[in-house]
């Protein structure tokens, strides 16, 4: 849900935090010149806050990458809290799951003890884990369950909180740019919706949806399984296709 727009103005001090959002209607505006208790704030792209990196232009693209530095930095100790805070908030991209599998393979890998050369796959290191009894999920499937833990408390909460406002809220003003418009939090949601098979709140009242999504269990291990089984299902078809080329 991050809808920071144009230029990101911050002032911080002991007491005071302020943040100001300046939309890009008028790529001729000038910066203005603002000055709180004799400092003045600076204009910039991004900047972290709560542990997220806020962004001009309302992308993962800064998050996820951060996200993978930090776990990388403490790899030993607890990475996967760490890749994956506030994942209920993002609106993950195919290119954005493939980063943080990309970060989780590594550790995998180095915890199995195998090395790039190995050339093992991602789905063979989750086979190997499963012999010897340790079950990890993959990072697409836990973050969508997150997503939809977070999407039950939020139905749970008054029409008057902000949160549920800003989570439901449309935009009435403003004009896109041409091309595909960004995958939005409540689309990935309806991903995650598909993911776990729950198609059938959509055609429940309000109450009833609240009541199903508290009452129904996230499965993560069916949804993790089932994950892994399109990815190998997909590789097979990929080689298969591979063959049929060279022959």
Known sequence: MRYVVGSVYKYQ???TEVMIQRPLSDPTLQDPDITINGEQLSVCSSFKYL???ITNDALLNVEIKTRIGQATAAYKTSVLPILIQDCETWHCKKTHFKK???C????????IGKKW?????YLSIFEILETKKISIAAIEPLVRMKRLQCLCKILKM???????KVAFSETIEGKRKKG???????QAISQD????HLEHIYTLSKCDQIKQLSQTPLHLEIADMEWKQTVKQKKLTKNTKSKLILI
């Open 193 to 196: 919706i598909k993911a776990f």
């Open 13 to 15: 001090s002991k007491k």
């Open 180 to 186: 595909r418009p960004l995958l939005s939090w409540r």
């Open 100 to 102: 943080l599998e990309g």
């Open 158 to 164: 008054d029409n008057s909180r902000l949160l549920r």
């Open 117 to 121: 050369e190995d050339f093992i796959s």
């Open 104 to 111: 989780q393979y590594r550790f995998l890998r180095t915890i």
């Open 51 to 53: 542990g997220n990196m």
